[in-house]
């Protein structure tokens, strides 16, 4: 497949806030737990095993592409993978989600973490390639945690509504809070490096839970390492997405912490999105709920998004936060058609 015709895939384009021949569309987490193929490929297998076998990536990872025909695939791992490479005992519990054997709470638990280099993980490398290969003119979404979101779970030892024990260490011991932003904000640059190496055409960068913070505390105590892992992404050459949850009054800030396009959850309006991200493409926001609506509902929903989304400089369509594993494929499929369709009008 001729470079070209992965730098003009509608996905870039929009990504770059060039013109595109319709609205591309993936959706967050479409690769995992909705899809029958994924859950009768991960029988027996657990979560982080099937992250570290390159065969089973690389199928879970074009799964999607295959059945939605969606515009990017997204790179089939975990937040907390890197973690785990290099070292630390976690787990993804079932229904749970990660968590940390010995959660992190002093500057000698955080100099026990060690960087990641690309010899942690060879099969990650191995996989992004051949995917690249298979994918062709489709681009990879490679991605990361961002610090603040990793560091919730290493901090709390497992995932958590209110981030107690992180803030806690935030305003309480800020000199165990930097060294461990810094930590991990090496690991998930080093990572992301990785990904784009092996040939990742974009990576986006998860802070689900930002919205947790304030937005003083997110200036004072998030930003700059988010901002760090971006600049780091920045050098790779390829756009980098930026997204949480829940970031209403944070938008402003997470355009300015280097992202080429940011995410929108579906709580903002997208066009009071697209205004407070500044002059960036954005990515969003269709409640992820609205695929369980009658599809005429959804349909329609998504139609005011898409309209809305046509007053940014570029609009990857998106659902406002991953698919719930109970969602109907047929109907992301309907979404994903309709996307296409309806943009090309
Ligand atoms: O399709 C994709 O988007 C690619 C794969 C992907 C996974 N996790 C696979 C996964 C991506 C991009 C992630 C990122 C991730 N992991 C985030 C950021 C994205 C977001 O949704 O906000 C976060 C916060 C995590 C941490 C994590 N991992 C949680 C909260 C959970 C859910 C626990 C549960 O089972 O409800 C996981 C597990 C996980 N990550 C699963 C998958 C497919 C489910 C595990 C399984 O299938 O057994």
């Known amino acids: 497949m001729p470079a070209a015709d992965l730098a003009s895939s509608p996905f870039l384009l929009a990504a770059r806030g060039e013109p595109v021949p319709h609205t591309p569309v993936w959706f967050m987490r479409q690769a995992g737990r909705s899809l029958p193929e994924y859950r009768k490929l991960r029988e027996g297998v657990a979560m982080l095993d099937s992250c570290m076998q390159p065969d089973l990536i690389t199928e879970i990872t074009l799964q999607p592409v295959r059945r939605y025909d969606v515009d990017a695939a997204i ?70 945690g961002a610090p603040f979101t990793v560091a919730s779970y290493l901090v709390e030892g497992g995932p958590s509504k209110e981030h107690a024990l992180t803030k806690a260490m935030m305003y309480g011991a800020p000199d165990v809070w930097a060294a461990l932003m810094a930590k991990i904000a090496g690991i998930s640059a080093a990572y992301l490096r990785v990904q784009v190496e092996a040939g990742a055409s974009a990576v986006q960068l998860f802070d689900s839970w930002a919205g947790a913070m304030a937005p003083q505390d997110y200036v ?35 355009g300015q912490a280097g992202a080429d396009v ?65 969602t109907d494929p047929d109907q992301l499929a309907r979404l994903t058609d309709f996307v296409h369709e309806q943009s090309r009008r």
């Open 75 to 144: 790179f089939f791992s975990d937040i907390v993978l890197p973690l785990k490479a290099v070292g630390v005992d976690l787990d993804i519990k079932p229904g749970v989600g990660p968590v940390v054997a010995q959660p992190v709470r002093t500057l000698a638990d955080v100099a026990a973490i060690p960087d990641l280099t690309p010899e942690h993980v060879p099969y990650i490398t191995e996989a992004v390639r051949t995917l690249v290969g298979e994918l062709g003119s489709t681009p990879l979404i490679g991605f990361a």
């Open 220 to 254: 004072a105590h998030v930003m700059p390492w988010s901002s760090q892992v971006l600049a780091a992404a920045g050098e790779l050459g390829v756009p980098r997405i930026h997204f949480g949850v829940g970031t209403g009054e944070l938008l402003d800030l997470m």
């Open 262 to 326: 940011v995410g929108v959850d579906w709580r903002v309006p997208l066009a009071d999105g697209i205004r407070r991200v500044g002059g960036r493409p954005v990515q969003g926001n269709l409640d992820p709920s609205l695929v369980f609506a009658p599809t005429e509902v959804m349909l329609a929903r998504a139609a005011e998004v898409l309209d809305a989304g046509r007053a940014a400089p570029g609009h990857i369509f998106n659902l406002g936060h991953g698919v719930m594993p109970s």
